[in-house]
């Protein structure tokens, strides 16, 4: 079972554009974190933001953590059409350390 | 560093027979994880291995078995294959038990005919 929803499900955006992608989880967590993958392909790593952070950057990458709300947000600033991809979010809790991953944000950026 | 390879990258299956997949992790990774991918259940978790042993396990029937060598490559293995085991097939290493980051493979897309 997902421990995470992601949202919206499919998003359409023009390149330059902000992209924001939601997840929304259901227990305490100790890290959350963002991966992409191409279509077909493997995932790969983005953001790993730890459950006493608030927010984290890398590039044009943002992620938000609000563990009141138990929420995250993905932003993606200046869309490429190369950021045309699924976008999963994924935590883990207690002591297992396994991501456990939605079920994934389609993002197509039109160039 | 070379990353994740699993091998094969295609298989077509027949309904009722069994078929293994490999994985091999980064170098220095003793943490293997497999996950199912499908359109309708998202990426599921089926099990992790560390040291040989499993030390994790999803919810998955007990067609879905893996095991995991001395030099950190791990196998899956599926018996009696349903045309619902039709998936990409994940696998992820960790550098630890304690490190959440996970690396993954390129997958091996499994289609039962």
């Known amino acids: 079972s997902q421990q995470g929803e992601e949202d919206p499900q499919a998003l359409s955006i023009q390149e330059g554009e902000n992209a924001t992608m939601n997840c929304s989880y259901k227990?305490?967590?100790?890290?959350l974190q963002w991966y992409r993958q191409n279509s077909g392909r493997g995932l790969v790593h983005l953001i790993l933001?730890?459950?006493?952070?608030r927010e984290k950057h890398s590039g044009r990458l943002r992620v938000t953590l609000d563990t009141s709300k138990k929420s995250s947000s993905l932003l993606i600033t200046a869309s490429r059409a190369a950021d045309t991809a699924s976008y999963f979010c994924?935590?883990?809790?207690?002591?297992?350390?396994?991501?456990?991953f939605g079920r994934g944000t389609s993002l197509i950026v039109h160039p | 560093k070379a990353g994740v390879t699993q091998t094969p990258r295609y298989l077509i299956k027949t309904r009722g027979q069994q078929v293994t997949l490999s994985c091999s992790p980064i170098?220095?990774?003793?943490?293997v994880s497999w996950y199912q991918q499908t359109p309708g259940q998202g990426l599921q978790f089926l099990f992790e291995y560390f040291s040989e042993t499993q030390r994790n396990k999803g919810n998955f029937p007990g067609r879905f078995s893996g095991r995991q060598f001395s030099n950190s490559r791990s196998e899956m293995n599926v018996s009696t294959l349903e045309l619902g085991d039709s998936a990409l097939y994940l696998c992820a290493s960790r550098s630890s038990t304690g490190n959440t980051e996970a690396f993954f493979g390129q997958g091996t897309r499994l289609t039962v005919v």
């Open positions: 994924a935590t883990d809790s207690g002591g297992s350390y396994i991501p456990t």
């Open positions: 227990t305490s967590i100790n890290n």
């Open positions: 933001i730890r459950s006493n952070e």
């Open positions: 170098s220095g990774h003793r943490s």
